[in-house]
């Protein structure tokens, strides 16, 4: 059975920090691009940023982008997403995503999401 866990989420002040993290199991991990997703309330769930099977490679939304940074640690099956100077309209759910094709078929798995909330 394959479960991805978030955590790290919470109430912060603009313009500060957290680190979420994304504990997977029950799959390859190293075998999975990971995506970090966010859904505003009463907006479109959108992704935030990706990285490869391997953590060569990264995407960022252009929102985000030089504020947040996705890593992983293959040998820990756990994937961050460290947010700096965090604004208003990053409050979101955000979600864990792992992603991969097996012959032409795209499998996904999703985890529940863990709530980040920015204001004053």
């Known amino acids: 059975q394959v479960q991805l866990v978030e955590s790290g989420g919470g109430w912060v002040q603009p313009g500060g920090s957290l680190r979420l993290s994304c504990a997977a199991s029950g799959l390859t991990f190293n075998t999975y691009r990971m995506s970090w997703y966010r859904q505003a309330p009463g907006k479109e769930r959108e992704v935030v940023a990706a990285?490869?099977?391997?953590?060569?490679?990264?995407n960022y939304a252009d929102s985000v982008k030089d504020r947040f940074t996705i890593s992983r640690d293959n040998a820990k099956n756990t994937v961050y997403l460290q947010m700096n100077s965090l604004k208003p309209e990053d409050t979101a759910v955000y979600y864990c995503?792992?992603?991969?094709?097996?012959?032409?078929?795209?499998?996904?798995?999703w985890g529940q999401g863990t709530l980040v909330t920015v204001s004053e």
């Open positions: 990285i490869s099977s391997a953590g060569g490679n990264t």
């Open positions: 995503e792992a992603d991969r094709l097996r012959v032409g078929v795209r499998i996904e798995y």
